[in-house]
């Protein structure tokens, strides 16, 4: 079966770094786009970040360019997201994504918290 699992949430400082990563399992990895989106509460999840399958195309939301790094490895059918200079705004629930035929697969999430 399709398996998102994500990794690497905490709490961290403002200024500081963070590397989330998704493993992925249960589908061709090499063949889909991969997504991250986050969720705060009381907000919509918004979309952070996604990357080609081949890796070739990146988009970012606004906010996060020049700040945040999508990057994937398809031998280890995992995709990051490395966040610095993180600020109270990133705190967020991150979500992996993917679509596969028409449809949707999350991962579980994992916490971001941004706090002195």
């Known amino acids: 079966q399709v398996q998102l699992v994500e990794f690497g949430g905490g709490l961290v400082q403002p200024g500081g770094s963070l590397r989330l990563a998704c493993a992925a399992s249960g589908f061709t990895f090499n063949n889909k786009a991969m997504s991250w989106y986050r969720q705060a509460p009381g907000k919509e999840r918004e979309l952070v970040a996604v990357?080609?399958?081949?890796?070739?195309?990146?988009n970012y939301k606004d906010s996060v360019k020049g700040r945040f790094t999508i990057s994937r490895d398809n031998v280890k059918n995992t995709v990051y997201l490395q966040m610095n200079s993180l600020k109270p705004e990133d705190t967020a629930v991150y979500f992996c994504?993917?679509?596969?035929?028409?449809?949707?697969?999350w991962g579980q999430g994992t916490q971001v918290t941004v706090s002195s």
């Open positions: 990357i080609s399958s081949g890796g070739e195309i990146i």
């Open positions: 994504k993917t679509q596969i035929l028409g449809r949707n697969y």
